[in-house]
């Protein structure tokens, strides 16, 4: 299990590598201005998938790091 600051560290490079610099510190500042409830983002985050489809990509994607 990844402590507090390396999913921080990981987090932040995966911000960084996908948004640039710059919009990366504009996501952090975006979601820490708001009040987010991550348990309700995730209840609608893939309401319009399957089960199966969600598997399919999440397969896809680890397929992709080796």
């Known amino acids: ?4 600051t390396e999913i921080k560290t ?3 490079r995966v911000l960084v590598k996908t948004l640039g610099d710059v919009d990366a ?9 708001e009040p987010f409830d991550y348990t309700q983002w995730q209840k ?10 969600v ?9 992709k790091d080796k």
Not at 1 to 4: E, I, K, N, S
Request: aromatic content about 12%; charged content about 40%; glycine content about 2%.
């Open 44 to 53: 609608h985050l893939w309401e319009d998938e399957s089960v199966e489809k």
């Open 1 to 4: 299990m990844l402590t507090d």
């Open 10 to 12: 990981k987090g932040f």
């Open 25 to 33: 510190e504009k996501f952090i500042r975006l979601i820490s201005k």
């Open 55 to 63: 598997s399919e990509k999440a397969m896809q994607y680890r397929s």
